[in-house]
């Protein structure tokens, strides 16, 4: 069984229809959404929509948070969140709100559990960019695998049986699964990419292979910023698609 781990979506749907397909050209069996399905991007509609059809389970993001439940939270967000928060609330309707708040902050998955941010406090949405924050995860992981987003940077932490937390050894894109070897991977994002690589970005959990990597997926980044300046969304926003950062 292959699943894919797509997270930060960010109402790109240019992006996520791409990897939708080539999610279905792999023949995964199992997809999960980590979260952030809105936010920054001009369609949060139609992705929350294709979504709910097409992912077996998701996780609210941080994102999605903020649309769902609104109120004074949204006081004193950063100009190209806010942005983003009043284009989501606008576009949807309470039955996608609904939707919204209905996502579990984690969720179990066969032998991973899958949380936006960090099983460390996943209701306040720590980062985990360093070691010292991928330990305070790992303390709260009981399952072999974990999958995080948020970062919107792909990449993969290790805890061996001693306990010893460190990056995973990822060759040539690919990560090779130990036996009694704890694992926590960022996806990724597929709708606003950071890693300096504008494509598309997944994880892919072939369990029978014991691997995850991470497919690259071009998408017309131009009907995206397109979009969103049309919206008159800000221009740091829409410019940053296409340089992935
Ligand atoms: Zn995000």
Redesign the pocket.
């Known amino acids: 069984m292959k699943t894919a781990f797509l ?2 979506i ?1 109402a790109n749907l240019a992006a996520l229809e791409v990897v939708l397909s080539d999610v279905r050209r792999r023949d995964a069996g199992r997809i999960v959404c980590l ?2 399905i809105v ?2 991007g001009p369609r949060p509609m139609e992705c929350l929509e294709l979504i709910l059809d097409a992912a077996d389970l998701s996780v609210l ?3 999605d948070y903020y649309t769902a439940f609104g109120g004074r939270m949204l006081r004193g967000l950063r100009e190209d969140v806010a942005d983003g928060i009043a284009v989501a609330r606008n576009s949807l309707d309470e039955h996608h709100l609904d939707a919204l708040r209905a996502l579990p902050l984690s969720v179990r998955c066969g032998d991973c559990v899958c949380v936006h941010s960090s099983l460390q406090d996943p209701q306040s949405f720590p980062y985990v960019h360093t070691t010292r924050e991928a330990r305070e995860h790992f303390a709260a992981q009981t399952t072999p695998m974990g999958f995080i ?2 970062s ?1 940077v792909p990449r993969a932490w290790q805890a061996d049986a001693a306990g010893t937390i460190a990056k995973a050894p990822v060759e040539k894109g690919s990560l090779a699964i130990r036996p009694g070897v704890r694992y926590l991977i960022n996806a990724g ?1 597929v709708g ?1 990419p950071r890693d300096g690589d504008p494509r598309a970005c997944y994880a892919l959990y072939d369990e029978e292979a014991g691997t995850v990597t991470w497919p690259r997926v071009p998408y017309d980044v131009k009907t995206t910023t397109d979009a969103m300046l049309a919206l008159g969304m800000p221009a740091f926003s829409a410019n940053r698609l296409s340089k992935g950062i």
Request: proline fraction near 0%.
């Open positions: 997270s930060d960010h979260g952030d936010g920054y993001g941080n994102h987003g948020h919107h994002s606003q």
